[in-house]
């Protein structure tokens, strides 16, 4: 297997195109300064979860070999189009990898990622008391697969952290959908159980980003994606979609706070969430250390005014916007100029390789820098 990494390798060595500014430029996105053209990262929707094309998801996630084989499988189809974008890949554990840290159960399909197949009582989750980590399965795991993609890779491919997931996610994985009933019956036991959660996603994250000797307020992230960024004002990324089925009243008592305190502990961060709740996305638009917010479903908003609403807070959108009917190649990248202040800045767009098939991504990139440089 090694033999068969090292021939991949070469190959993506020999295919990186790489713009040695880009990461630089994302990391000034994110820290609110201006650049001479917005950063694009290409985005090529994918038919299966799994990465790569050899090895499933099972047999990736109980051999790291198998793993990191995926992986490089992926960069390889894209590392030519990589542009600003700095390659990052991370041990992909699913969203089970911190929950799995209480002692919960999961279920590892061959065609998906893994997924929990058990909660803990109110009464259990008195009980837990965290680990020390070193000794917990799937942190010995993280780790192993962490230290072997660094040894096994160059630099410029950069290794990021498993899925952490945020503080309210992890308590409704770990506790259930009655997490929504006792949010009216019993709050002061969430807050218990979300004090736990904070707790150990912090101690996980300071850990790992020790093990790739990461600096606690910057790092690399892909958000699942190989084709990543880089962010100099911030050390963890949030997710947060369970947050998204709360009142606003909830979220501002049993969200906010923690990821305040998550964010606060790498000095800043990125968040995501899917599906659409304009309350909790200005919540973290107006959260200090928010750097970033990712829409997981860009497609439920109305993009000039949601656009506008970063522009006011001086924040970064990074992620997709779908293309309008009948929209061209051109009049989508001004649509883009003219709803970030004239391309200067507060837009991280993934690109969707999908929506302009007749173009390349080089073309695309080309036309892209052309009209963002451009005095109209």
């Not at 009464?123 to 993609?149: C, G, H, N, T, W």
């Not at 000797?213 to 690399?220: D, F, K, M, P, T």
């Not at 107006?286 to 997981?296: D, H, I, P, S, Y």
């Not at 009049?331 to 709803?339: D, F, G, L, S, T």
């Amino acid at each position: 297997m090694n033999r068969e990494i090292k021939k991949l390798l070469k190959i993506v060595e020999e295919k990186k195109r790489i713009d040695p500014q880009g990461k630089d430029r994302i990391a000034d996105i994110l820290e609110n300064r201006e650049v001479d053209v917005l950063p694009l990262i290409f985005w090529r929707p994918q038919n299966t979860s799994v990465p790569g094309k050899t090895y499933n998801m099972e047999e990736q996630f109980y051999d790291k070999e198998k793993m990191l084989y995926g992986h490089l499988e992926e960069i390889v189809d894209c590392a030519q189009n990589a542009f600003d974008a700095p390659i990052c890949i991370r041990p992909n554990f699913g969203t089970i990898f911190i929950p799995a840290m209480f002692g919960l159960k999961y279920k590892v399909p061959k065609d998906t990622f893994p997924w929990i197949t058990s909660h803990l009582t109110k009464d259990e989750i008195r009980k837990f008391k965290i680990p020390y980590l070193s000794e917990v399965d799937m942190m010995k795991k993280a780790i192993e697969y962490l230290q072997f993609f660094k040894e096994e890779l160059p630099e410029w491919i950069h290794v990021y952290l498993p899925d952490t997931l945020g503080p309210f996610e992890i308590a409704h994985s770990v506790y259930g959908d009655n997490i929504f009933y006792e949010i009216y019956d019993d709050p002061n036991f969430i807050h218990y159980l979300l004090d736990l959660c904070t707790e150990l996603y912090i101690q996980v994250t300071d850990k790992l980003k020790k093990i790739i000797g990461e600096e606690r307020e910057s790092c690399y992230h892909g958000h699942a994606l190989v084709r990543g960024i880089y962010m100099r004002n911030g050390g963890t990324r949030i997710s947060e979609d369970s947050a998204t089925l709360l009142s606003p009243e909830h979220i501002d008592e049993f969200v906010i706070p923690y990821d305040r305190r998550a964010l606060e502990v790498f000095g800043g961060g990125f968040v995501h969430y899917c599906g659409k709740h304009d309350y909790l996305l200005e919540s973290y638009l107006q959260l200090e250390k928010v750097r970033a917010v990712n829409l997981g479903n860009p497609e439920m908003y109305e993009f000039d005014s949601t656009m506008q609403k970063f522009l006011n807070y001086e924040k970064c959108y990074f992620g997709l916007w779908p293309k309008e009917d009948e929209e061209t190649l051109e009049e989508y990248i001004y649509r883009m100029k003219q709803a970030t202040g004239g391309g200067r800045g507060d837009l991280i767009l993934h690109f969707d390789e999908a929506i302009f098939p007749e173009y390349s991504c080089q073309d695309i990139s080309q036309k892209w820098k052309e009209i963002m440089r451009s005095s109209n």
